[in-house]
Nanobody, 124 residues
Framework: QVQLVESGGGLVQSGGSLRLSCAAS????????MGWYRQAPGKQRELVAA???????NYADSVKGRFTISRDNAKNTVVLQMNNLKPEDTAVYSC??????????????????WGQGTQVTVSS
């Protein structure tokens, strides 16, 4: 069964760095777009960064120049490197991926998968 497994996160002081990793396990047929979302208390979930299988990236304005998203297609992993963290970056970060699996009839079908979420806390 395909699932996204996240690692990283934690507590860091303002100006510090953290690295989030996410791996698609379960032998997916193909992994298309991958990305990271975050949700702070009392706020809606927002896209932080996304990357296509071809390497095209997209960032939220609030993180441009500080965060970098990358992926390893051979390992089906995506990494979010977060530098110069600010208290307003505090949130639960979740990995998301569009993953193609083979149905029981052998046809490829794309599903949307989410990781379990990891807490990032930036102290001032």
């Amino acid at each position: 069964q395909v699932q996204l497994v996240e690692s990283g996160g934690g507590l860091v002081q303002s100006g510090g760095s953290l690295r989030l990793s996410c791996a698609a396990s379960g032998n997916p047929y193909r992994v298309n777009g991958m990305g990271w979302y975050r949700q702070a208390p009392g706020k809606q979930r927002e896209l932080v960064a996304a990357i296509t299988s071809g390497g095209d990236t997209n960032y939220a304005d609030s993180v441009k120049g500080r965060f970098t998203i990358s992926r390893d297609n051979a390992k089906n992993t995506v990494v979010l490197q977060m530098n110069n963290l600010k208290p307003e970056d505090t949130a639960v970060y979740s990995c998301n991926a569009a993953i193609v699996v083979l149905t029981t009839q052998g046809f490829p079908w794309e599903y949307d998968y989410w990781g379990q979420g990891t807490q990032v806390t930036v102290s001032s």
